[in-house]
């Protein structure tokens, strides 16, 4: 895909095995979240939110 992509790595049970995706992001990258674990949406709303606004208002999206 050429699309951006970010790919969130929460350190959970597929910590070890979601850095293998790198290779095959063209236009995006893998954000580790060290200490984060499961449901992280429900109890990081917030802070979740803040990532992917920041990363949809990089520079890489055309008008």
């Given at each position: 895909?050429?699309?951006?992509?970010?790919?969130?790595?929460?350190?959970?049970?597929?910590?070890?095995?979601?850095?293998?995706?790198?290779?095959?992001?063209k236009?995006?990258r893998?954000?580790?979240?060290?200490?984060?674990?499961?449901?992280?949406?429900?109890?990081?709303?917030?802070?979740?939110?803040?990532?992917?606004?920041?990363?949809?208002?990089?520079?890489r999206?055309?008008?």
């Amino acid at each position: 895909m050429t699309a951006p992509i970010l790919v969130f790595n929460p350190q959970d049970d597929l910590w070890a095995y979601t850095p293998r995706i790198e290779p095959y992001l063209k236009n995006g990258r893998v954000r580790d979240l060290p200490g984060w674990s499961h449901q992280l949406l429900d109890f990081s709303t917030a802070d979740m939110a803040a990532m992917v606004r920041g990363f949809l208002d990089e520079d890489r999206f055309p008008a």
